[in-house]
């Protein structure tokens, strides 16, 4: 059982940067970072592959957004530069334990508010 807690959410205007954190209780394969808007469903946002950092990401975001990790932390950061009024969303961290595995593990998910 791998329990994760978000953190940075909050409230800023577009243009404006905000960082992510995703602290977990143990070890983890791959993490991961989705978010749902209002009345949409949840999408992808990108990843990171803990052992070698091989990270992906959506095309909405690449070039803007950010996935990093601490290893020692068991911790992921996602760091959102030129925020969107788009990008406004509950943003969840994901844990996958194996490759053959999905994301089991959730966390309770932030509120990311971009205001124009």
């Known amino acids: 059982q791998v329990q994760l807690v978000e953190s940075g959410g909050g409230l800023v205007q577009a243009g404006d940067s905000l960082r992510l954190s995703c602290a977990a209780s143990g070890r983890t394969y791959r993490m991961g970072w989705f978010r749902q808007a209002p009345g949409k469903e949840r999408e992808f946002v990108a990843s990171?592959?803990?052992?070698?950092?091989?990270?992906n990401y959506s095309d909405s975001v690449k070039g803007r957004f950010t996935i990093s990790g601490e290893n020692a932390k068991n911790t992921v950061y996602l760091q959102m530069n030129s925020l969107k009024p788009e990008d406004t969303a509950v943003y969840y961290c994901a844990a996958q334990i194996l490759s053959s595995r999905p994301y089991d593990y959730w966390g309770q998910g932030t509120q990311v508010t971009v205001s124009s």
């Open positions: 990171i592959r803990v052992s070698d950092d091989v990270t």
